[in-house]
Each structure stands twice: as structure tokens, then as C-alpha cells.
């Protein structure tokens, strides 16, 4: 007797960086792939856009684990995407303080000591000492994910520091090691909206281990070629890309997803699906109700991350100092626990053109400045009109000024801007949130919701569950979801 084979059905929700990595793997191993997008560009927030001749990037500004030995390069090898993508080394990266700067040449997180041990040599000893300790932490972290059952269940024994430090705040460690606040706020440069207090210090030891190792970098054309050469291999590999297609509904039978219809009232059924998209938001169109995760892991116990405002603006090449680089970290305050308040200001500025010329007219630069805020809701209670949100880019525009970057209000032009309520409604992210979850305490490593849930057949990804988020966290994720559903088809 002949028996049928028939090839494997995948639906993938939602085209970010997640979606499009898992839907790109599912597709190049055999899988007939679907993936919905609600917009009409895939991406996320790994994409970009023009205005008058200029290349903008929509949010994202640096990548790491993308050269020969990192995670990130693994993965475009194993798509066949690694030579068709350049990574451009971003160098020298500036953390602009009221009180110093701090300039760094990001090959490794000991670039980032080194610059801390040249501003302040009396602490360089507790430096040391606090980059060793935070080293440990990051790779007990590591070896931690990759060992056997038996060995976890010795971790007081074998991973003695994250057994005492992984439920602490980095401001708890930094406590413990300084007490000259310049130090601690020098430290707490990190991508994250969160003070010290509150991020948790696992999160900062994996950052130090792996995530910043090797350096750096920016695509050469932009954010959007990353996404561009995902959505090319999809349907290379004969996946279909739908876009401004909104899932309106998710149909559950016995534990299992048996179809989701889409807004235009199109009904897709599949044997497997991937969720890449905002947990909170697709819960609500599980029919029947219900929820993707036991109590342990109910979405209600955990926070998003915080927002952004975003200003995209031409620059003449004659405005940007000799010195500017493309990287600027801003703090407008003293007191890192008042980050992201009026009190001291994070905002990042970027200016991709200094490495990669062909964004931008001749003679000109693209630059975006990127404000870190609260949520959409906060955002438009404190600025509720027209006029105050005017006062607060005027403010935000002078603190670039008065860290030595250009005067976008003498020299620039503004081509374009997006608020908290734009990232809210592009995104769908609770509140325009920038990482999905924060990096709080309780909200990293075990303690953040897994790929997989408690329907058989649904896997998540994205930057709101493990490993964690920024681009490589997210296609991590994309990765293990894919993995996933091939060895249950195996």
C-alpha cells in the first residue's frame, strides 16, 4: 500500500524580524509557509523608509553577532543570506553625560571598561572587579541554558553566581561595588528604558558575555535590507508574503489552532502556526477565549517595555561636527533612576550616513533622533496637543545641540516624525512598546514566557518571550520556533 505524504502547512502571524526569520527557515526546509502581515511593508521595526531622497531607518540602529563565529551570521548562513548581506563595523560610539563623555570603540564589552577606567582611574580597581564579576554572571547564564537536567538541578553548586544574583537589579549590584554616581549612570548605558533599579542584572551579564562580543555593526542600505533579504528567501522558497492582511480571529478545537480568519473575511487553515506578533493583542481573537500560557506565564503578570519618539531629519553635511559619530547616547540628567523622565532625558542619535554615504543626497546627511518615553497612553496624557508635543521636540532638539551635535533647529529639517501612538498603531505593541517585554527583574531568562504554549500547535516568537529582544533576540526566537516545529515533523 502507497502511502500519501503531504508537505506541512505553516502560518506565521505577523512579519517582524521574528516572523520573517522563522517563516524563511520553515520555507527553506520544505514547509509550505504563510506569513500574514497586518501592514503593508514587512519588517517591523526592522525596516525603513524615504523622504526626499533620504534613507531612513524606522527605528533600529545597531546589530551584533552578524560576523564569522556569531549567532546572527549562523542563521543568514543557514538561509544562504550571508554573503548577500554587508555589515558595516559602527566603531566609535559616544555616551554623552552632564558631566563627561565617554567615548568607546565597541569591539567588546572591555571597550566599554577601558573607556570607564580612562575617565576614572581611582575606581579603576571596583571597575575591574565589577566587569569580572558581571562576566562570570553572563557565562554561568549561558552555560546554564545549554546544560543537562542533572546540572541544573545543582546551579548553587556549579552556578553558584546566578544562583545568588539572577532575582537581583543591576542597581543592586552596582551598589554593592560603587557609591560615585557618575559610575553608575557611566554603566547603565545599555539598550534598554529602564533605570538601574528596575533592569535586571542577568540581562546586563549576558549583554556583556555574548550579545556585545565581537562588536557592532549597521547594514550597508539600511535596516530594511535585513528585512528585504528575508522576505526574498520566503519566496524563493515558495512561501507566500501577505501584507496589510490583520488577523481577526484565531479558531481553537481540542487544544489545538484549526484555522484564523483574516480581516478581508479569507479563512486559512494550517497544521502549524507561529505567533510574531503582540501576545496581549492576539489573545483577544482566540475563539473560543482563552489564554496562550498556563498561570506561570500569564501575560498579565509581566510589564511591556516603554516607547519612543522619533525624529527624522535631513542635515547638511556642513552642520554635523567634525567628531560627531554615528552613534550618540544622550543623557540630558545626573540621576539614572529619573532615565526617560523629564528629569533626564535618553535620547539616541543616529546618523547612518557617516558609514553608509549612498543614504542621502549628495552634500547631506540622513539623521534620526530617538527619545525614550513611557507609553503611548502616558505620552499623550503628559502632551496632550499640538503645541506641548512643539515645546518637547524644541527641548529635545536643544539637548542634541548642547552635546555637541548639530543645531537641527537652525541647520535641519525635520521630514518626519512618529510618536508613541504611531509605533501603537503600525506595531500593534502594547502602548507602542520598543522591546515588547522590559528587561526587568523577574522578566529575563526563565522567567520570561517560552516559544511554546499550551495549544499544541502554536509557537511563539518575538521579542516579548525568550531569549529576549533587539534584532538578534528576535530572530533567536524565530530560529527556535522553526526548530521546533521541524523536529515535531521530523
Request: charged content about 20%; proline content about 7%.
Amino acid at each position: 500500500m502507497r502511502v500519501e505524504m503531504t508537505t506541512p502547512t505553516v502560518i506565521v502571524i505577523g512579519g517582524g524580524m521574528a516572523g520573517l526569520t522563522a517563516a524563511a527557515l520553515l520555507a527553506r526546509r520544505g514547509f509550505r509557509v504563510t506569513l500574514v502581515e497586518k501592514e503593508r511593508q514587512p519588517g517591523g521595526y526592522v525596516t525603513g523608509f524615504m523622504r526626499a531622497g533620504h534613507t531612513f531607518d524606522s527605528c533600529c540602529a545597531f546589530l551584533s553577532a552578524c560576523t564569522p563565529g556569531g549567532a546572527f551570521h549562523a542563521l543568514l548562513a543557514e538561509l544562504g543570506l550571508a554573503d548577500e548581506l554587508e555589515f558595516l563595523p559602527i566603531g566609535q560610539v559616544r555616551n554623552a553625560y552632564p558631566d563627561f563623555v565617554l567615548d568607546v570603540n565597541y569591539t567588546s564589552p572591555s571597550a566599554h571598561l577601558d573607556a570607564m577606567v580612562s575617565a576614572f582611574p581611582e575606581h579603576a580597581n571596583q571597575l575591574n572587579s565589577y566587569a569580572g564579576f558581571t562576566a562570570k554572571m553572563g557565562r554561568e547564564i549561558l552555560d546554564f541554558d545549554d546544560a543537562p537536567l542533572w546540572k541544573k538541578l545543582l546551579m548553587p553548586v556549579l552556578f553558584p553566581t546566578m544562583f545568588r544574583c539572577a532575582r537581583l537589579s543591576h542597581g543592586q549590584v552596582l551598589s554593592k561595588f560603587f557609591d560615585d554616581p557618575r559610575i553608575v549612570q557611566g554603566l547603565s548605558a545599555l539598550p534598554s528604558t529602564l533605570p538601574p533599579s528596575r533592569l535586571s542584572y542577568a540581562f546586563v551579564g549576558v549583554l556583556w558575555s555574548k550579545v556585545l562580543d565581537g562588536g557592532v555593526f549597521y547594514p550597508k542600505g539600511g535596516m530594511a535590507s535585513i528585512s528585504s533579504a528575508l522576505v526574498r528567501s520566503i519566496k524563493q522558497n515558495g512561501g507566500q508574503v501577505l501584507t496589510a492582511a490583520e488577523v481577526e480571529s484565531i479558531k481553537i478545537n481540542e487544544d489545538r489552532i484549526c484555522e484564523v480568519e483574516l480581516s478581508n473575511g479569507e479563512t486559512i487553515a494550517a497544521d502549524w502556526f507561529v505567533g510574531a506578533a503582540n501576545p496581549y493583542h492576539l489573545q483577544k481573537r482566540i475563539e473560543p477565549s482563552g489564554s496562550l500560557y498556563n498561570n506561570r506565564f500569564d501575560l498579565a503578570r509581566y510589564t511591556p517595555s516603554g516607547s519612543a519618539a522619533l525624529y527624522y531629519c535631513s542635515v547638511p553635511d556642513s552642520a554635523i561636527p567634525a567628531d560627531w559619530p554615528y552613534f550618540v547616547s544622550i543623557h540630558t540628567g545626573r540621576d539614572p533612576e529619573a532615565t526617560g523622565t523629564p528629569a533626564n532625558r535618553h535620547i539616541v542619535v543616529t546618523t547612518p550616513t557617516l558609514l553608509d554615504p549612498t543614504m542621502a543626497p549628495a552634500g547631506s546627511h540622513s539623521l534620526k533622533v530617538m527619545v525614550h518615553l513611557p507609553g503611548a497612553d502616558k505620552f499623550a496624557n503628559e502632551y496632550p496637543d499640538v503645541e506641548s508635543r512643539e515645546r518637547f521636540r524644541r527641548e529635545i532638539f536643544a539637548a542634541v545641540a548642547a552635546a555637541g551635535g548639530p543645531d537641527l533647529d537652525a541647520h535641519g529639517q525635520l521630514l518626519e516624525k512618529a510618536m508613541p501612538e504611531t509605533l501603537e498603531r503600525i506595531t500593534a505593541n502594547e502602548h507602542g512598546a520598543m522591546y515588547g517585554l522590559d528587561a526587568a527583574v523577574g522578566q529575563v531568562g526563565p522567567w520570561r514566557p517560552p516559544i511554546t504554549t499550551r495549544l499544541d500547535n502554536l509557537f511563539w516568537c518575538g521579542h516579548y518571550v525568550r531569549p529576549s529582544h533587539g534584532i538578534v533576540g528576535s530572530a533567536l526566537s524565530g530560529k527556535f520556533a522553526a526548530d521546533t516545529i521541524a523536529r515535531k515533523t521530523a
